[in-house]
């Protein structure tokens, strides 16, 4: 039973769950036993506690380990195929081409975020995990991403305010970004916001 839910909502080398493992009838301790049995017999590979995954292989047939930035991603960004989370800080202003520093440790802002901010470690990776200002979704994703970028554009990035701007201009007309978008988010940042929005001159779709 196990064995086949797990081939129909998983494919090879995407991080499994077990919190995520919903059998009608299989309790905690069945599961783990299960678990156990698929991965002595080679079926699935553990990965650490509570995260197991189906063994890819590469092209010369050589099993490929998970990584840590892959669970990183499913747990805390696209969980289960839905929008729980988005890079942040230092990772996102890199991401966005407004720095080119690459932090060592990623940032994310999660739904799933355990504290309002947490340092979390994925078998050797760190990383920072932050609560939202709003519960994230696939719709408002880019509008909080962008908005992020404003509020730590001068801890964040290297480069002049209105390079900076130009960057966000091209991202929000990219994503469709509308000033009602921004004025339903921006009353959740800190008021230096409109003082980076004046200052990197930064556009945005108007109606």
Request: charged share 25%; hydrophobic share 35%; aromatic share 12%.
């Amino acid at each position: 039973m196990l064995y086949k839910y797990l081939k129909e909502n998983y494919i090879p080398g995407e991080p499994i769950f077990t919190g995520d493992i919903h059998i009608t009838g299989m309790t905690e301790e069945n599961l783990r036993y299960h678990l156990k049995k698929l991965t002595d017999s080679g079926i699935i590979c553990r990965f650490e506690p509570g995260v197991y995954y189906f063994p890819k292989t590469d092209i010369f047939g050589e099993l490929m380990p998970l990584t840590p930035d892959t669970v990183a991603a499913h747990k805390y960004i696209m969980r289960r195929g839905k929008r729980v989370g988005y890079y942040s800080g230092y990772t996102l202003a890199n991401r966005m081409g407004l720095s080119t520093q690459v932090p060592f440790i990623q940032e994310i802002n999660s739904n799933f975020a355990p504290a309002s901010v947490r340092k979390m470690t994925i078998k050797n990776r760190q990383y920072i995990i932050r609560r939202p200002v709003v519960e994230i979704t696939e719709e408002n994703a880019p509008v909080l991403q962008f908005l992020d970028c404003l509020k730590d554009f001068e801890k964040c990035t290297e480069i002049e305010p209105e390079k900076c701007g130009k960057i966000l201009t091209e991202y929000a007309r990219k994503n469709g970004i509308t000033k009602r978008m921004i004025d339903r988010f921006i009353t959740n940042y800190p008021i230096k916001i409109y003082k980076a929005i004046y200052e990197t001159e930064v556009e945005y779709v108007s109606s």
